[in-house]
């Protein structure tokens, strides 16, 4: 909060201090001002006006209003531009008297330009990639509560929403919460979090008020991005305080949970105020603050991925059906992780209608994932930016971002975000030919907790698993003495009986005991608890997510084209180091011993600052041939990772326009994925299943690499053991189910990318048509495996096998059956899958404008991963329905200042899989709609509109939250006082 208050102090301090300044530059100076209108009279907002041969610009409010000041020497030419429109321009003589200007209507694309997919301007139709680009009017214009919502309707993207606070975009294929392989960028700054690993872009970016436009491209952009795009990536674009000045106001009343919702009717509000003014063209600032806050979607899906049938669940065991599942593994419930062979006891020893049977696999009964996570949130977002022209094409600026957050959302298992903050500090200095940008990133995870372990502490607390399973032995043996033996008909209900007894004592949800004990576990940084094994840990064990990080990136871009002459050339370079405080329980001093790691040192810190570093440069080459109708494009760059050896990444591209309505294309290019922080360097201890980075030093000492075997074939192993009494004897004689796992040591993620497309107007420039198809090939794709090593001995000996029973989780003494065991140690590791994978697809879409404003468009997307003939360490997730799409019908002005937007999205159902959750999510559709409602004298818009307007309840992804309908009113004041430049 601190430097909140300092940074905006010197925000302040600026205000009051440029127009003393300023008065000073104004002599000489005046105003030109006027209204821009439509072919049918009507006002525009956001017409770019502009002088020409300059950077003196300001953009029309929302009554059409304009005004720009500039010291320019008259007579000069202005230039009107708004989307939709041909551009004006207009000459000007003198400065007295105000000017009425009106467009004509066109193509809403035709002219319009995109800086995204080339690193600097050029027209859409002509763009070497595939590009979405959502300008203001078609953000105002969608359904959704928020500008953000808007991404859910471009062709290709599909969205992921983890929380009201949280969504995150991704594009073709591989899909997942916390998208490493998608770029969030706003104004060029990275919102990936960086010791999180989720992009942030609507948690933390603009507010409703000073988004200008949304860039999108799907696909792989490594090669003028770096090692996060290779998915693709968005860019919004703010609001330029030269062009948009005054204040603005925005309030949002909405409404969710309604119907047959557990949580009933919930308001959720949200408020915005944003204030920019400029003087002279020369000095200019702008302010943002906006608060929202709500009840969150929940997620309580409970569809058992563990049925009795499965080898990791009971089928000796048929009467152990639906509910009374003792293996049962729910969605959204935690502690009962029997796929994760954790939290489970082996019942041995009993006889069922008269018959010995196997071990009884019986899961602990954990805690639901709604009675563990408050649903209210909050989302504070704050941004202040001060602009100066040390030139009239030279500005240079610093831009603070502050943004707090509530929320959930899946890495390897669900985080309850609670008070969680970033902050950024931006410097940029922007010139005609060149760009330099650094910007530090901070941030802090408040009072966020991961729910797993604390689920796991909940339970463990109440009793061991082992005293845990005695009980529930003892409890189900004398039913079977109370009710003449244990039978078919009755093993259900003695299972209900015997778990209700092992559970006696335990803390309920919504009782005084459970809020206690639930707020000193998420109040605790070590989620181990404490047992004969670890007597230092905590008696309740703990579950509090503190991460602490900076980091720091500079980067600049020089176009060299005016000096080159020949072709286009544009270069640029970067660099960015990450610094993460160590905490002991996520992120650890590495050059400590392996037994101090999670201990605090007598200064209360957990060591040295963990450090990771990339560095890139690149070069683009751009020239035109047979009169500019063939365009090529040629990239390279290369990436450095001190922990791996340098990448280059090619972009070939072409773009033929076979008129200026026609435009083809075909792209090649190659990208690399270095792994994140979290994936390169974690350090997690979370259910005594420790999760390691991918970095290989990270192995020494604890041997997962080459001394392990894999999670399924344990499960597997040790579910034929059981059947055949759990022996020694039997667990040798099936070893040969033990699969080794000889996991390579980690390497960059490769993707080779091809693409051909086609972006046309056709119809007397009424239809809009775009185009794509693709194909991917990755290799070394990063995902994470679980597996067992064998404390103190090789894989392939005896002791190894043995150690791999499930009742050897932790060293064992011998006994007359079964001999002693050191145990095992269960690692979850980042490592690259050792397939190559195949994807493609093709999306199309078209628009269609027609009688009085009305337009109508779609888009449809195929996506697809090939089928692979052998298995793999890991499942890679492909997490995508092949086929989706969504219509849109509407009409920006049905009547005067009346507008209307109705839009249907539809999704196929697909298969989820991820180490958290695997199952099928149901096919998708829902309408939205929105009505309009201007008043311009008053500079006010009125807002009526629902997302699923039917209130069809789903879920975006297996494990997510359940989505149902959302309705709002809001009420936007944009442009008062915008009055005239000083």
């Given at each position: 909060?601190?430097?909140?208050?300092?940074?905006?102090?010197?925000?302040?301090?600026?205000?009051?201090?440029?127009?003393?300044?300023?008065?000073?530059?104004?002599?000489?100076?005046?105003?030109?001002?006027?209204?821009?209108?439509?072919?049918?009279?009507?006002?525009?907002?956001?017409?770019?006006?502009?002088?020409?041969?300059?950077?003196?610009?300001?953009?029309?409010?929302?009554?059409?209003?304009?005004?720009?000041?500039?010291?320019?020497?008259?007579?000069?030419?202005?230039?009107?531009?708004?989307?939709?429109?041909?551009?004006?321009?207009?000459?000007?003589?003198?400065?007295?008297?105000?000017?009425?200007?009106?467009?004509?209507?066109?193509?809403?694309?035709?002219?319009?330009?995109?800086?995204?997919?080339?690193?600097?301007?050029?027209?859409?139709?002509?763009?070497?990639?595939?590009?979405?680009?959502?300008?203001?009017?078609?953000?105002?214009?969608?359904?959704?509560?928020?500008?953000?919502?808007?991404?859910?309707?471009?062709?290709?993207?599909?969205?992921?929403?983890?929380?009201?606070?949280?969504?995150?975009?991704?594009?073709?294929?591989?899909?997942?919460?916390?998208?490493?392989?998608?770029?969030?960028?706003?104004?060029?700054?990275?919102?990936?979090?960086?010791?999180?690993?989720?992009?942030?872009?609507?948690?933390?970016?603009?507010?409703?008020?000073?988004?200008?436009?949304?860039?999108?491209?799907?696909?792989?952009?490594?090669?003028?991005?770096?090692?996060?795009?290779?998915?693709?990536?968005?860019?919004?674009?703010?609001?330029?305080?030269?062009?948009?000045?005054?204040?603005?106001?925005?309030?949002?009343?909405?409404?969710?949970?309604?119907?047959?919702?557990?949580?009933?009717?919930?308001?959720?509000?949200?408020?915005?105020?944003?204030?920019?003014?400029?003087?002279?063209?020369?000095?200019?600032?702008?302010?943002?603050?906006?608060?929202?806050?709500?009840?969150?979607?929940?997620?309580?899906?409970?569809?058992?991925?563990?049925?009795?049938?499965?080898?990791?669940?009971?089928?000796?065991?048929?009467?152990?059906?639906?509910?009374?599942?003792?293996?049962?593994?729910?969605?959204?419930?935690?502690?009962?992780?029997?796929?994760?062979?954790?939290?489970?006891?082996?019942?041995?020893?009993?006889?069922?209608?008269?018959?010995?049977?196997?071990?009884?696999?019986?899961?602990?009964?954990?805690?639901?994932?709604?009675?563990?996570?408050?649903?209210?949130?909050?989302?504070?977002?704050?941004?202040?930016?001060?602009?100066?022209?040390?030139?009239?094409?030279?500005?240079?600026?610093?831009?603070?971002?502050?943004?707090?957050?509530?929320?959930?959302?899946?890495?390897?298992?669900?985080?309850?975000?609670?008070?969680?903050?970033?902050?950024?500090?931006?410097?940029?200095?922007?010139?005609?030919?060149?760009?330099?940008?650094?910007?530090?990133?901070?941030?802090?995870?408040?009072?966020?907790?991961?729910?797993?372990?604390?689920?796991?502490?909940?339970?463990?607390?109440?009793?061991?698993?082992?005293?845990?399973?005695?009980?529930?032995?003892?409890?189900?043996?004398?039913?079977?003495?109370?009710?003449?033996?244990?039978?078919?008909?009755?093993?259900?209900?003695?299972?209900?009986?015997?778990?209700?007894?092992?559970?006696?004592?335990?803390?309920?949800?919504?009782?005084?005991?459970?809020?206690?004990?639930?707020?000193?576990?998420?109040?605790?940084?070590?989620?181990?608890?404490?047992?004969?094994?670890?007597?230092?840990?905590?008696?309740?064990?703990?579950?509090a997510l503190v991460q602490k990080s900076h980091m720091y990136n500079a980067e600049g871009q020089w176009d060299l084209t005016d000096r080159v002459k020949v072709v286009d050339l544009l270069v640029g370079a970067d660099v960015r180091v990450y610094s993460i405080t160590p905490d002991g329980n996520n992120f650890v001093d590495f050059s400590r011993p392996i037994a101090d790691r999670n201990t605090a040192l007598a200064d209360g810190t957990f060591g040295k600052d963990v450090i990771y570093k990339k560095y890139g440069a690149f070069t683009q080459v751009t020239k035109t041939f047979?009169?500019?109708?063939?365009?090529?494009?040629?990239?390279?760059?290369?990436?450095?990772?001190?922990?791996?050896?340098?990448?280059?990444?090619?972009?070939?591209?072409?773009?033929?326009?076979?008129?200026?309505?026609?435009?083809?294309?075909?792209?090649?290019?190659?990208?690399?994925?270095?792994?994140?922080?979290?994936?390169?360097?974690?350090?997690?201890?979370?259910?005594?299943?420790?999760?390691?980075?991918?970095?290989?030093?990270?192995?020494?000492?604890?041997?997962?690499?080459?001394?392990?075997?894999?999670?399924?074939?344990?499960?597997?192993?040790?579910?034929?053991?059981?059947?055949?009494?759990?022996?020694?004897?039997?667990?040798?004689?099936?070893?040969?189910?033990?699969?080794?796992?000889?996991?390579?040591?980690?390497?960059?993620?490769?993707?080779?990318?091809?693409?051909?497309?086609?972006?046309?107007?056709?119809?007397?420039?009424?239809?809009?048509?775009?185009?794509?198809?693709?194909?991917?090939?990755?290799?070394?794709?990063?995902?994470?495996?679980?597996?067992?090593?064998?404390?103190?001995?090789?894989?392939?000996?005896?002791?190894?096998?043995?150690?791999?029973?499930?009742?050897?989780?932790?060293?064992?003494?011998?006994?007359?059956?079964?001999?002693?065991?050191?145990?095992?140690?269960?690692?979850?590791?980042?490592?690259?899958?050792?397939?190559?994978?195949?994807?493609?697809?093709?999306?199309?879409?078209?628009?269609?404008?027609?009688?009085?404003?009305?337009?109508?468009?779609?888009?449809?997307?195929?996506?697809?991963?090939?089928?692979?003939?052998?298995?793999?360490?890991?499942?890679?997730?492909?997490?995508?329905?092949?086929?989706?799409?969504?219509?849109?019908?509407?009409?920006?002005?049905?009547?005067?200042?009346?507008?209307?937007?109705?839009?249907?999205?539809?999704?196929?159902?697909?298969?989820?899989?991820?180490?958290?959750?695997?199952?099928?999510?149901?096919?998708?559709?829902?309408?939205?709609?929105?009505?309009?409602?201007?008043?311009?004298?008053?500079?006010?818009?009125?807002?009526?509109?629902?997302?699923?307007?039917?209130?069809?309840?789903?879920?975006?992804?297996?494990?997510?939250?359940?989505?149902?309908?959302?309705?709002?009113?809001?009420?936007?004041?944009?442009?008062?006082?915008?009055?005239?430049?000083?």
């Amino acid at each position: 909060m601190k430097a909140i208050i300092n940074s905006f102090k010197l925000i302040a301090l600026f205000i009051f201090l440029v127009p003393a300044i300023s008065h000073a530059q104004l002599n000489g100076s005046y105003i030109i001002s006027g209204i821009v209108k439509d072919d049918h009279g009507q006002r525009l907002l956001g017409t770019t006006v502009s002088i020409k041969g300059t950077t003196n610009s300001t953009a029309s409010d929302s009554t059409g209003k304009f005004s720009l000041t500039t010291s320019v020497k008259l007579p000069f030419t202005l230039i009107f531009t708004a989307v939709g429109f041909q551009p004006q321009e207009f000459f000007v003589k003198n400065a007295n008297s105000a000017l009425n200007i009106q467009l004509s209507s066109q193509s809403l694309l035709i002219n319009e330009v995109v800086v995204t997919a080339s690193r600097k301007e050029e027209k859409l139709l002509r763009s070497p990639v595939a590009i979405e680009k959502l300008i203001i009017n078609a953000l105002k214009q969608s359904p959704g509560p928020s500008f953000y919502d808007a991404l859910e309707n471009v062709k290709g993207v599909q969205m992921t929403t983890t929380s009201i606070t949280l969504k995150v975009p991704n594009t073709r294929g591989f899909n997942s919460p916390n998208n490493f392989r998608f770029m969030q960028l706003v104004d060029g700054v990275d919102m990936q979090s960086a010791t999180l690993g989720v992009p942030l872009g609507n948690a933390i970016g603009p507010t409703e008020l000073d988004i200008a436009s949304i860039e999108i491209t799907p696909g792989a952009a490594a090669a003028l991005y770096g090692t996060n795009a290779i998915n693709g990536l968005s860019n919004l674009i703010t609001k330029d305080p030269f062009k948009y000045q005054g204040l603005s106001f925005y309030h949002r009343e909405g409404i969710n949970h309604v119907g047959n919702d557990p949580l009933g009717a919930s308001t959720l509000t949200e408020d915005a105020l944003r204030y920019a003014k400029a003087w002279n063209d020369k000095f200019a600032f702008k302010l943002n603050v906006s608060y929202m806050q709500g009840k969150d979607w929940q997620s309580d899906t409970r569809n058992d991925q563990n049925p009795y049938y499965l080898k990791t669940a009971n089928p000796g065991f048929p009467a152990l059906t639906g509910t009374s599942n003792a293996a049962y593994d729910g969605w959204n419930k935690y502690g009962d992780d029997a796929l994760a062979g954790s939290n489970t006891v082996v019942v041995k020893g009993l006889t069922v209608d008269g018959k010995a049977m196997p071990g009884l696999t019986v899961a602990r009964t954990g805690y639901n994932e709604v009675d563990l996570v408050n649903p209210k949130v909050t989302n504070l977002k704050l941004d202040g930016t001060l602009s100066y022209k040390l030139t009239p094409n030279t500005i240079l600026s610093y831009t603070y971002r502050y943004g707090r957050l509530d929320g959930v959302f899946q890495r390897g298992n669900k985080i309850s975000l609670q008070g969680a903050t970033v902050q950024n500090h931006k410097v940029e200095l922007k010139g005609k030919e060149f760009l330099v940008r650094a910007y530090e990133s901070i941030e802090n995870t408040g009072n966020s907790f991961n729910v797993k372990p604390l689920a796991d502490n909940l339970d463990l607390f109440h009793a061991s698993n082992s005293v845990w399973g005695t009980t529930f032995k003892n409890a189900i043996t004398s039913y079977g003495a109370a009710n003449g033996g244990l039978t078919t008909a009755n093993f259900a209900a003695a299972e209900q009986a015997a778990r209700a007894a092992a559970d006696a004592g335990r803390v309920v949800p919504g009782t005084q005991a459970f809020n206690a004990l639930r707020k000193t576990i998420i109040g605790i940084n070590n989620w181990d608890i404490k047992s004969s094994l670890i007597p230092n840990a905590p008696a309740t064990g703990g579950a509090a997510l503190v991460q602490k990080s900076h980091m720091y990136n500079a980067e600049g871009q020089w176009d060299l084209t005016d000096r080159v002459k020949v072709v286009d050339l544009l270069v640029g370079a970067d660099v960015r180091v990450y610094s993460i405080t160590p905490d002991g329980n996520n992120f650890v001093d590495f050059s400590r011993p392996i037994a101090d790691r999670n201990t605090a040192l007598a200064d209360g810190t957990f060591g040295k600052d963990v450090i990771y570093k990339k560095y890139g440069a690149f070069t683009q080459v751009t020239k035109t041939f047979f009169d500019e109708k063939l365009k090529l494009f040629g990239s390279i760059r290369w990436d450095y990772n001190p922990y791996f050896d340098p990448k280059f990444t090619p972009r070939l591209a072409a773009v033929y326009t076979l008129n200026e309505n026609h435009n083809f294309r075909f792209t090649f290019q190659n990208g690399y994925r270095f792994p994140s922080l979290f994936e390169a360097l974690s350090y997690v201890n979370n259910g005594r299943v420790k999760r390691v980075g991918s970095l290989p030093f990270i192995n020494d000492g604890l041997g997962y690499l080459g001394n392990s075997y894999t999670q399924t074939s344990v499960a597997n192993f040790n579910s034929v053991v059981n059947a055949a009494g759990g022996t020694d004897q039997a667990a040798l004689a099936n070893k040969n189910l033990l699969k080794v796992a000889d996991l390579p040591p980690a390497r960059p993620e490769q993707i080779t990318s091809y693409e051909v497309g086609y972006k046309g107007i056709i119809l007397d420039n009424k239809v809009f048509i775009d185009v794509d198809a693709y194909t991917n090939r990755y290799d070394g794709f990063l995902g994470q495996v679980q597996v067992y090593v064998p404390n103190g001995v090789q894989v392939g000996s005896n002791a190894a096998v043995l150690a791999m029973l499930d009742v050897n989780r932790d060293p064992t003494t011998g006994t007359s059956s079964n001999a002693a065991s050191q145990g095992q140690a269960r690692y979850r590791v980042y490592t690259n899958a050792k397939n190559i994978y195949h994807n493609y697809g093709s999306s199309a879409g078209i628009s269609y404008n027609f009688y009085k404003r009305y337009t109508v468009s779609g888009n449809v997307s195929f996506n697809k991963l090939k089928a692979q003939t052998t298995s793999d360490i890991f499942v890679t997730g492909f997490n995508t329905p092949q086929w989706s799409g969504n219509v849109s019908f509407g009409n920006r002005e049905i009547a005067k200042n009346v507008g209307f937007n109705i839009v249907y999205k539809w999704q196929q159902a697909y298969l989820w899989e991820s180490p958290l959750v695997t199952g099928n999510v149901p096919a998708i559709g829902t309408f939205d709609a929105q009505v309009t409602y201007r008043v311009p004298a008053y500079y006010a818009t009125f807002k009526v509109g629902a997302t699923d307007i039917l209130n069809k309840r789903y879920y975006q992804y297996a494990g997510g939250p359940t989505i149902g309908g959302l309705y709002y009113v809001s009420v936007t004041l944009d442009g008062l006082l915008a009055g005239k430049n000083n």
